[in-house]
């Protein structure tokens, strides 16, 4: 049976696929390889863009029937926490903490997202200032199925270097079957959007990130215009005179009166939907006139990202839940590369010149805006894409088309030939040149640590096998 990805480019044929509902079925299917073969692989919404769910003649777990939210853990407010199941989607999770006057402290994008999956892949968003825009930055307790089919547990407290390699072991460890998040209080934003030239970013570009604000941005590359959203904490002076005393309730109810999430519900339709069912026209434009459809399509989106503001902005809002099986019009896919604040300058100018060179040399251009994240330096996760140091993305968006996959295979060489960093679950069509030039000696160490953890590569896909050299 042929499982895809939710883009629906990318898919695998497993022997099994088995979905579970308890660890029980876990354990048994672990220890049993005759009738669950190798490799055995966990898969949640997917909606990563790389071959993560590749389980070819293998088992192919759904854990998504993991759906567990336990109340949150609120003793210590300087260490409050949340323990969930592993296929409890972080939309709901997002939900069920802001009802209690809580929240993550990385409101990520995509609301599918399942909790095993942001433990153990990496993900990416606008951090703020003294905060990390890694989801499993803030993972600090994972219980896990071994490859002996042994129930283990790992915590920052217990195994600080055990959960730095869980964090980047993208399920090569063991099967995730409960995740313990760090979250914290609940609190409003200010939300607004600037427009740039690509000079004038540029230009600022220290200015922006020593703003407090943390920043997300939409790369117009055919206008050279850069539209920069900026969002930080307000403080609001019932609850900073509650000194933290006002109960979870009250600070809900308090909060979601004042604060608002019509932004972000506007942004989230656009993002999810119109964005891309407009952008899909495009591929049924006559060449001559495809260049002015997409350059319309930008203006309209700049004049649209101007009106989004607001005061006391609901941070969980920005959190979309994708339909499971969306229309083909509706479907997107992504890249991402991330560079260091010593090479992001240079390598973005760059990538506004390639694109357009792409263009004219195959008539090839992504339909979706590109965008990008300022990332804070996060050593958390072994295989962190910004462990050295401070790093901004530059993502490519488009529907998938047979012309996305060329253009793959350059923009990759171009972001490593500019010290790029890939993300090994969102970037497609890595080699394992690619990942030694990014990650050198880390991905040896990593391989040391899997084969004692995973000796009879129980958990190893071809996939990875192959794209690490393993």
């Known amino acids: 049976m042929e499982v895809r990805n939710w ?10 696929n088995k979905k579970v509902y308890r660890v029980e079925e876990i354990v048994d299917v672990v220890k049993n390889p005759d009738s669950y073969p190798s490799p055995v692989r966990a898969v949640g919404s997917r909606h990563s863009t790389t071959k993560c769910i590749d389980a070819d003649g293998g088992t192919l777990l759904d854990i998504t029937g993991l759906t567990r939210i336990d109340e949150p853990n609120t003793e210590d407010r300087d260490n409050m926490t949340i323990t969930v199941g592993a296929g409890a989607r972080y939309y709901d999770v997002s939900r069920f ?42 993972v600090v307790g994972v219980k896990y199925v071994n490859a002996k089919g042994g129930l283990c547990e790992v915590t920052e407290e217990s195994g600080p270097e055990l959960m730095s390699y869980m964090r980047a072991s993208f399920g090569m460890l063991g099967i995730v079957y409960e995740v313990t998040f760090k979250i914290t209080r609940l609190r409003l934003m200010k939300l607004y959007h600037k427009a740039y030239t690509l000079d004038e970013f540029i230009d600022q570009l220290d200015e922006l990130r020593s703003s407090g604000c943390a920043l997300m941005y939409y790369m117009m590359t055919f206008l050279d215009r850069i539209i920069v959203e900026h969002r930080s904490y307000i403080t609001d002076d019932i609850l900073e005179k509650a000194d933290g005393n006002m109960e979870g309730d009250a600070t809900s109810k308090h909060l979601l009166t004042k604060g608002s999430d019509w932004q972000f519900r506007v942004r989230n339709v656009c993002w999810s939907k119109v964005g891309p069912f407009l952008a899909s026209f495009s591929l049924w434009v006559p060449r001559a006139l495809k260049d002015y459809y997409l350059t319309a399509a930008e203006y309209i989106t700049m004049a649209a990202l101007a009106t989004l503001a607001g005061d006391t902005v609901l941070p969980a809002e920005q959190t979309i839940i994708y339909h499971e099986t969306p229309m083909k019009s509706t479907q997107y896919t992504f890249s991402i590369f991330a560079f260091g604040m010593k090479d992001f300058p240079q390598a973005l100018r760059d990538y506004f010149a390639f694109v357009k060179d792409y263009h004219q040399r195959t008539g090839w251009r992504c339909t979706v805006l590109n965008v990008g994240y300022r990332i804070y330096q996060d050593k958390s996760s072994y295989l962190s894409y910004t462990s050295e140091e401070e790093s901004m993305t530059i993502d490519p968006v488009t529907n998938a088309d047979e012309g996305w996959y060329p253009f793959l295979k350059e923009y990759n060489e171009f972001c490593i030939q500019r010290n790029g960093k890939p993300l090994l679950n969102q970037t497609p069509l890595l080699t394992t ?35 690490l050299e393993f």
């Open 433 to 467: 040149e690619h990942c030694k030039a990014a990650f050198g000696p880390q991905l040896l160490e990593f391989n040391e640590r899997r084969k004692t953890m995973d000796p009879s590569n129980r958990f190893l896909s071809d996939h990875f096998k192959g794209l």
């Open 7 to 16: 883009g629906q480019e990318i898919s695998t044929v497993p022997r099994i």
């Open 97 to 138: 903490l802001q009802a209690r006057g809580l929240m993550h402290y990385v409101n990520t994008e995509i609301g599918n997202l399942t909790a095993g999956a942001a433990c153990v892949g990496q993900t990416k968003d606008s951090a703020f200032p003294g905060e990390h825009g890694q989801v499993n930055t803030y």
